[in-house]
Structure formats: structure tokens, C-alpha cells
């Protein structure tokens, strides 16, 4: 029978940030996005996973009940004063497990390489944040470190809408409600929880993840009544952050959202992790702050991935930040290489990025003499 506490032990002293449970295959760590084995344990058989089942599930017949019903299940696991978020689904009718191990204290806002204008439009009144990327590009940990620098320095009431909850916060100068969303949970769905937030009083309201056009439609509605709202979405890029909104919708409604998102969205930060030369995870932002300039794009009838990218990439003035930018930041800064950086591109701009490196070393050397 496998020893799923001497597994999840390992995995937290080996800094793991995942655990998958597979049958037919040991369990395996995710450290710096490398697989690893977990060697001391056999290939998990079926009675492993079932064991494992009723390990995660704890006895809780609505837990049981909702993965029967939909075949996947999340939920989350207190375990030796951590949390880890935990997925279940299936495999040839066998159960599977994916873990997430959260680390109980958030990393400083400036460790984490997000730009500070992602922090300072935490204290815009109203209107609406995103924050997006693909899986496991630390989205998660720039949400809630963004909720712990509002609740450090600003008197607000900030409400959260999680699957599940993974960091918890404590109160300090503002009030956190934390609400988890699912079947038997404090919310039955995203959209619920944000139509229920217009009556709590909120200032803030955290959506852990906008994934379908309820849920926009009630965000939209909520940064529209004099809320800030922040949402997690995954995309993996700006550009086509505001294209898989507007796709959300049927073609007749388009041109209408269009004009709220255009009037409503205040920045959208998107990002991702690459290992830096040394082998560890660097962040690699690109930041979008909608302008005049910005808002026109979207608000044109036909949407325009390529002048978005554009519009960001020229628009640093105003905080904006390209990828193409981040990228050769980075590179000139010798934390990646140059075969990473135009990994993280389309060939066709790939000439744009050796540029946009020429012209961040002469700028370099020009203040190094003085010029």
C-alpha cells in the first residue's frame, strides 16, 4: 500500500511544486518543471488509487456524489500546515490525482518579477484587472500576493471566489471574505458568488478564474456598479486575453461588449515562467494598460491580435510592457539565452527582438560612460 504522507513529505522538502498519482507508474514530482520518480514507492496499482480516493475524499458523501456525477472533483487537503489543492479525475475508469502544494507564505510582491504597475492599479476605484498565463506560470501566486499588498496598505472590504481556496489570508487593514465555489461549497458557481458580492458591500472582488460568458457577463456587471474587479484567465497573452472575451460572446453581441470591455478593463498582465540559466524559474511579464490608443483597438469592428501587440510594445511610457521587451530585458541582463528568448516568439518577430537587444545595450553602455 503506498505511503502517501512519506510522498507528500518528500515532495515538500524537495521544493515539488506538483505530485501526480498516475496508475501503472510511480509517483512522480514536478520540481522546476522537471517529472521526477518518487523512487522509494512501486507503480501504483488499482488498490492504490482507490485508497487514494478515500484518502482525499475523507468520508464527505458530497464530494463522492459530485465526482460520480461530473467524473472529476476539486477540493483541497490541509497537510502538515500546508495547503495542497487537489484534482481527481479519471483514466480508463481509475482515478487519478493531481496536487498542488502552496507554500504558506507569499512571496514579496517585488521578489516576484511583476511589474509595479501591476501592483499600483490595485488602487484604481472601479473598473477591471486580469491577470492571465497558461498552467503553471504562477498566476495563483501574483493573485494573491496583489490581495496581500492590498490588505497591507489599503482599507478596503476585498472578496474572493476560489476552486479551491489555496492561500488563506488574515485580516490586517482591510476585511477578506474568502468564498470556495462548487457543489456543497459556499457558492454554487462563479456567476452566483459575483451576483451575491453586489449586496455584501465589497470594494474588491477576486475572481479565482473567468472561464465562461456567465461569469464575465456578472464581472463586467460588477466593475460597471463601482467595484474593482480581478480575474484570472488562461490565456497566454494580452492580446489574446481580450479576443477570448470577446469570443465569449455570440457575433450579434460583439460589438456591444466590445465598448464595455473597452470602457471597463484598466490593465491586463499576462506571463509566464522560463528556468533562467542558473536552472531556476524567472517570471516573463508583458503588461497592457489600456490607453486611448488601446481602447480604440478594441473597440474597432474587426479586432486586431497584431495591433494590440504593437500598441503594447510602443506604449512603455505609459507602464506597458512588451514580451519582445521582458525577453530581451532578460537576455541583455544574461538571466536567459538568446535561443530561450526567440523560443518565447514567432519567428516573424524574431528581427524585432535582436533590435529591441541592440537597443537596450547601447543604451546600457551609453550610461555606463556617462552619455
Known amino acids: 500500500?503506498?505511503?502517501?504522507?512519506?510522498?507528500?513529505?518528500?515532495?515538500?522538502?524537495?521544493?515539488?511544486?506538483?505530485?501526480?498519482?498516475?496508475?501503472?507508474?510511480?509517483?512522480?514530482?514536478?520540481?522546476?518543471?522537471?517529472?521526477?520518480?518518487?523512487?522509494?514507492?512501486?507503480?501504483?496499482?488499482?488498490?492504490?488509487?482507490?485508497?487514494?480516493?478515500?484518502?482525499?475524499?475523507?468520508?464527505?458523501?458530497?464530494?463522492?456524489?459530485?465526482?460520480?456525477?461530473?467524473?472529476?472533483?476539486?477540493?483541497s487537503l490541509d497537510f502538515e500546515g500546508l495547503r495542497l489543492r487537489v484534482n481527481i479525475s479519471l483514466s480508463n475508469d481509475i482515478p487519478l490525482f493531481t496536487l498542488r502544494i502552496i507554500k504558506n507564505t507569499l512571496p514579496k510582491f517585488e521578489e516576484l518579477g511583476v511589474p509595479d504597475i501591476v501592483r499600483?492599479?490595485?488602487?484604481?476605484?472601479?473598473?477591471?484587472?486580469?491577470?492571465?498565463?497558461?498552467?503553471?506560470?504562477?498566476?495563483?501566486?501574483?493573485?494573491?500576493?496583489?490581495?496581500?499588498?492590498?490588505?497591507?496598505?489599503?482599507?478596503?472590504?476585498?472578496?474572493?471566489?476560489?476552486?479551491?481556496?489555496?492561500?488563506?489570508?488574515?485580516?490586517?487593514?482591510?476585511?477578506?471574505?474568502?468564498?470556495?465555489?462548487?457543489?456543497?461549497?459556499?457558492?454554487?458557481?462563479?456567476?452566483?458568488?459575483?451576483?451575491?458580492?453586489?449586496?455584501?458591500?465589497?470594494?474588491?472582488?477576486?475572481?479565482?478564474e473567468i472561464r465562461d460568458k456567465e461569469t464575465m457577463d456578472a464581472a463586467i456587471e460588477t466593475a460597471e456598479s463601482g467595484h474593482l474587479v480581478i480575474g484570472t484567465l488562461h490565456t497566454k497573452s494580452c492580446a489574446e486575453t481580450i479576443d477570448r472575451i470577446i469570443n465569449f460572446y455570440d457575433i450579434a453581441d460583439q460589438q456591444s461588449i466590445k465598448f464595455l470591455i473597452a470602457s471597463l478593463l484598466k490593465l491586463v498582465t499576462s506571463q509566464r515562467l522560463i528556468k533562467s540559466k542558473t536552472n531556476e524559474m524567472v517570471l516573463v511579464p508583458e503588461v497592457m494598460v489600456v490607453d486611448n490608443v488601446i481602447a480604440g483597438i478594441i473597440r474597432k469592428d474587426k479586432f486586431s491580435v497584431s495591433e494590440v501587440e504593437d500598441a503594447?510594445?510602443?506604449?512603455?511610457?505609459?507602464?506597458?510592457?512588451?514580451?519582445?521587451?521582458?525577453?530581451?530585458?532578460?537576455?541583455?541582463?544574461?538571466?536567459?539565452?538568446?535561443?530561450?528568448?526567440?523560443?518565447?516568439?514567432?519567428?516573424?518577430?524574431?528581427?524585432?527582438?535582436?533590435?529591441?537587444?541592440?537597443?537596450?545595450?547601447?543604451?546600457?553602455?551609453q550610461k555606463e560612460n556617462g552619455l
Open 1 to 75: 500500500m503506498i505511503d502517501i504522507n512519506n510522498v507528500l513529505k518528500t515532495a515538500i522538502q524537495r521544493d515539488a511544486s506538483d505530485v501526480h498519482l498516475i496508475y501503472g507508474i510511480r509517483p512522480m514530482l514536478r520540481i522546476s518543471r522537471e517529472l521526477i520518480p518518487f523512487e522509494e514507492c512501486n507503480e501504483l496499482t488499482t488498490e492504490d488509487m482507490n485508497d487514494l480516493y478515500d484518502y482525499f475524499i475523507k468520508g464527505s458523501l458530497e464530494k463522492d456524489k459530485q465526482f460520480k456525477e461530473t467524473r472529476k472533483l476539486d477540493t
Open 120 to 208: 499600483r492599479m490595485m488602487y484604481q476605484p472601479q473598473g477591471l484587472v486580469l491577470v492571465t498565463g497558461k498552467t503553471n506560470s504562477g498566476k495563483t501566486t501574483t493573485l494573491n500576493a496583489l490581495i496581500n499588498d492590498i490588505n497591507e496598505n489599503q482599507n478596503k472590504k476585498i472578496l474572493t471566489l476560489e476552486t479551491p481556496i489555496e492561500f488563506k489570508h488574515h485580516c490586517k487593514k482591510s476585511v477578506i471574505v474568502q468564498k470556495e465555489v462548487g457543489q456543497g461549497q459556499d457558492a454554487l458557481t462563479y456567476k452566483d458568488g459575483v451576483k451575491n458580492c453586489l449586496r455584501e458591500d465589497c470594494d474588491i472582488l477576486v475572481i479565482g
Open 312 to 365: 503594447i510594445q510602443s506604449a512603455s511610457a505609459i507602464g506597458s510592457i512588451g514580451l519582445i521587451n521582458s525577453l530581451a530585458q532578460l537576455f541583455v541582463d544574461n538571466v536567459i539565452t538568446l535561443e530561450q528568448a526567440k523560443a518565447q516568439i514567432k519567428e516573424k518577430n524574431v528581427e524585432t527582438l535582436n533590435r529591441t537587444i541592440m537597443q537596450m545595450k547601447i543604451k546600457r553602455m
